[in-house]
């Protein structure tokens, strides 16, 4: 039988977020529209004046057992599943009085924010919802005779779908109920799942599921001839997904892949001692600083690549001041990300109408747990998110020399970065900044040696009769294979290495440190970023 208009005569509503659902409400009873619900919400009906069946008057059953039982009836599933128009499926109605609903509007126990807001096991058990994902699945599956709403977004919609009806509802429509009614119990269970497998300790659970609601379409992807689109996870880590865009053209999937990757980066370092600044292009830093103000941190961080910089996104660990402001828009800058912008900032920023702005109101925890995924054919891998700091290792002095107190701090700084730069990666690090990085080469001396070259290129750009390089720390995100890179390095005047160590040829690399007089200390962790 092909899909008709489905006159609304019977609504059964059930929502734990009860907004919005009083006008709707009211709206279905101005159609015509009976309406049968359950618990506090036939309550929140009745006080706005609305006359409404209880569950219980159609089941001939009482809500039992702290509510858990109260839908699960065949006059409820029968109602929701009958199919229109098939003669044994109206015998059996009629047998059983058992009468249709058009209608099932439901969204589910809070299961997700009882989780976010850290409540215990026994808590969030009964935060599970059973009866809701039931009917809803019930309705959607008979999607040609009923409509299901999940989303209190969605109620608008199902009010101009009537009135364009004549107080029915179109098959496209229900259809497209139906999808997102499936997608939402998907999400509910896989949360279930996630939240189970970590109350066990399991990393690798057997089935591994993950959902997203969507956040953003976009125009295209990394190119114009990709879609696609930002989904939100419901992380509660500040950054791109909940930052606040205060001006700006629309973000770019680019834009938010390299927004990210810089919010990440200046995340590292405590706002409350120093002021950071990254300048991401590509993903990757082409400059990271911190100093006392943000103004003289970002001028370091530009120091380093300035060519490209151009173009390339601006995060910082402080509230946005006028300074900073002023300096940042001097040159093209795609996005700029704080936790917060001063007036001043922002009225600074506003002549750059173009200039997108994001306000993330916190920063994220970098050594907080969590996972990353990536697609591959026919499947996907997950890993724990690397939050290994710098400031957390016990470093081993592996040369004659130990680090002076300067050069640790900036080794450990130069560490950090290499945390974020695509490998392999060399950061060669001077008075808390960058002034040399090589990034993504498939050999490590290339790394080395593209970083040292462009130092001399900054150096020069910025008239200095000594480049950057002379008298800074260099790291490396993993161990040097062979004493070349190292050797690179040196020649580019590093004093100081940090590296994770591990290679069969360490007691090489380490002859040709102490050859130098170059210190060096071995992390044993190492930060590979693909």
Known sequence: ????????????????????????????????????????????????????????????????????????????????????????????????????????????????????????????????????????????????????????????????????????????????????????????????????????????????????KLSQTLRYGENPHQNAAFYTTGDVRPGVATARQVQGKELSYNNLNDTDAAYELVAEFDPDKSAAVAIIKHANPCGAATATSQREAYELALRCDPTSAFGGIVALNRTLD???????????????????????????????????????????????????????????????????????????????????????ADLKFAFTVAKHVKSNAIIYVKDGATVGIGAGQMSRIDSSRIAASKARDASNEAGLKETLTRGSVVASDAFFPFADGLVTAIEAGATAVIQPGGSMRDDEVIAAADNAGIAMVFTGMRHFRH
Not at 328 to 350: C, H, M, N, R, Y
């Open 1 to 212: 039988m092909s899909p008709t208009n489905v006159k609304i005569e019977r609504a059964l509503i059930s929502v734990s977020d009860k907004t919005g659902i009083a006008d709707l409400a009211r709206q279905l009873d101005d159609a015509g529209v009976e309406l049968v619900s359950t618990g506090g919400t036939a309550a929140l009906l009745r006080d706005e004046g609305l006359a409404v069946k209880d569950v219980s008057e159609i089941t001939g059953f009482p809500e039992m057992m702290d509510g858990r039982i109260k839908t699960l009836h065949p006059k409820v599933h029968g109602g929701l599943l009958a199919i229109r128009g098939n003669k044994d499926h109206a015998g059996a109605q009629a047998e059983h009085a058992i009468a249709n609903i058009d209608l099932l509007i439901v969204n589910l126990y809070p299961f997700e924010e009882t989780v976010a807001k850290g409540a215990d096991f026994d808590t969030c058990i009964e935060n599970i919802d059973i009866g809701g994902p039931a009917m809803i699945r019930a309705a959607a599956k008979n999607h040609s005779g009923v409509a299901v709403v999940v989303d209190s977004s969605d109620y608008e919609k199902l009010v101009g779908d009537m009135a364009q009806h004549d107080g029915a509802t179109c098959p496209k429509f229900r259809r497209k109920l139906a999808a997102k009614a499936y997608a939402r119990t998907a999400a509910y269970d896989a949360a279930i799942a996630t939240w189970f497998a970590d109350q066990l300790d399991i990393d690798t659970p057997d089935t591994r599921v993950f959902s997203g």
């Open 322 to 408: 006028g300074e900073a402001a002023e300096a940042i828009s001097q040159i093209f800058t795609e996005v700029i990300i704080a936790p917060d912008a001063s007036g001043d900032a922002l009225k600074i920023l506003a002549a750059k109408k173009n200039l997108r702005v994001l306000l993330a109101g916190d920063l994220p925890d970098a050594g907080s747990q969590g996972i990353t995924m990536k697609m591959l054919a026919g499947g996907f891998l997950v890993q724990s998110r690397d939050n290994g700091r710098a400031g957390t290792l016990e470093l081993k002095t592996v040369t004659k020399r130990a680090p002076s107190d300067r050069e640790l």
